[in-house]
């Protein structure tokens, strides 16, 4: 089974930026699909964006549409996010995921241990 690990949360300054990373374990990595997902105290957990097993095509919900930009390098086995022109409402703690497809973002499989992110006003 695949393994997870999040990082690169933090704290930053509405307009700020981050990059976070999600390392994953295991030789299959290269050939599904993977997601990141955030969860606000008291709220859902929510997709944000996906990415095909090549980086081909992405998909992003409409809240980091032209803000945030998924990627993955596959001979590191991880995927990143990109998160420009944050906003307070993306705080959250960020996991990513294997999905089912890129615009079918369903999560398979476990969930990483998160990583933090907070944007103060």
């Not at 295991?26 to 008291?42: D, E, I, K, N, V």
């Not at 929510?46 to 596959?74: E, L, M, Q």
């Not at 590191?76 to 973002?105: F, G, H, I």
């Amino acid at each position: 089974q695949v393994q997870l690990v999040e990082s690169g949360g933090g704290l930053v300054q509405a307009g700020g930026s981050m990059r976070l990373s999600c390392a994953a374990s295991g030789r299959t990595f290269s050939t599904y699909a993977m997601g990141w997902f955030r969860q606000a105290p008291g709220k859902e957990r929510k997709f944000v964006a996906a990415i095909n097993w090549d980086g081909g095509t992405t998909y992003y919900s409409d809240s980091v549409k032209g803000r945030f930009t998924i990627s993955r390098d596959n001979a590191k086995s991880t995927v990143y996010l990109q998160m420009n022109s944050l906003k307070p409402e993306d705080t959250a703690v960020y996991y990513c995921a294997r999905v089912r497809a890129t615009r079918d973002p369903f999560p398979l499989g476990a969930w990483g241990q998160g990583t933090q992110v907070t944007v103060s006003s």
